[in-house]
């Protein structure tokens, strides 16, 4: 994924895209995972954060919900799904504004930012991609700020090997692959960030969720 044109939506096809929130409310699969995220992240009313890969906006809800004070900013790649959580985010009568992402440098300004959240999002990236918004994520957050990523880990057994083929069919094996290896520790890491640990791990029905978290050293740029 080296340009917005070539990236992975939500569920692969671009037409599927409106289906992705329904199938996450049928599957009462979301809600759990994100207020999982965002406890880690401890939001408190003086944050500012950025959802990256922010898809239909859940996250954000949940967070502003939680932390009215504090300031919310989510992006995407994918138009059409930062049209479904616009109308969300309107619809709860909240302010949330939302930034297309070109896939290169995001359009923030350098230290800006005190947390980094992003659930589901890495494992739709090209290692290079993966690299890249890292390096930036990087560069947006203020010094000690921290960053947050729930998606696929290391499976623990075989089981949550086999139940993650599905999903790898779906979003490619290519992308999927530093996950499955359990290497997105030492890729965050690689982009700057210091005391990059996995927090937990939750085994679902589509294989092993990890929850990391790194930080940006305070005399790091
Ligand atoms: C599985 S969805 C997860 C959405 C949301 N974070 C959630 O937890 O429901 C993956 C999201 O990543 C977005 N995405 C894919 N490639 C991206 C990239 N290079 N930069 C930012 N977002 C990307 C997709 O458009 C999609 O919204």
């Known amino acids: 994924m080296d340009n917005d044109n070539d990236y992975i939506p939500a569920l692969k ?64 790649i994918d138009p059409r799904i930062l049209k479904i959580a616009a109308e969300k985010i309107d619809k709860h009568g909240l302010n949330i504004p939302l930034k297309h992402y070109s896939g290169g440098t995001l359009p923030y300004k350098n230290e800006s930012f005190d947390k980094v959240l992003s659930g589901l999002v890495f494992h739709h990236l090209s290692y290079n991609a993966k690299r890249k918004a890292l390096q930036e994520i990087h560069r947006i957050l203020k010094p000690r700020g921290k960053l947050h990523i729930m998606d696929f880990g290391k499976p623990s057994n075989l089981l949550m090997r086999l139940l993650f083929i599905p999903v790898q069919l779906l ?51």
């Open 13 to 76: 096809y671009k037409g599927l895209t409106k289906l992705y929130d329904p199938l996450l409310k049928f599957f009462n699969a979301g809600q759990k995972l994100t207020a999982k995220l965002l406890a880690q992240a401890a939001i408190t009313e003086g944050d500012k954060l950025l959802d990256f890969g922010c898809g239909p906006g859940n996250l954000l809800i949940q967070a502003k919900q939680k932390q009215p004070q504090a300031v919310c900013r989510g992006i995407d």
């Open 171 to 221: 979003d490619g094996f290519s992308p999927t692959a530093d996950n499955v290896l359990g290497l997105l520790p030492e890729i965050v890491s690689k982009a700057g960030f210091a005391n990059v640990i996995e927090k937990d791990r939750l085994n679902t029905l589509v294989g092993t969720l990890s929850f990391y978290q790194g930080e940006k050293p305070q005399n790091n740029k």
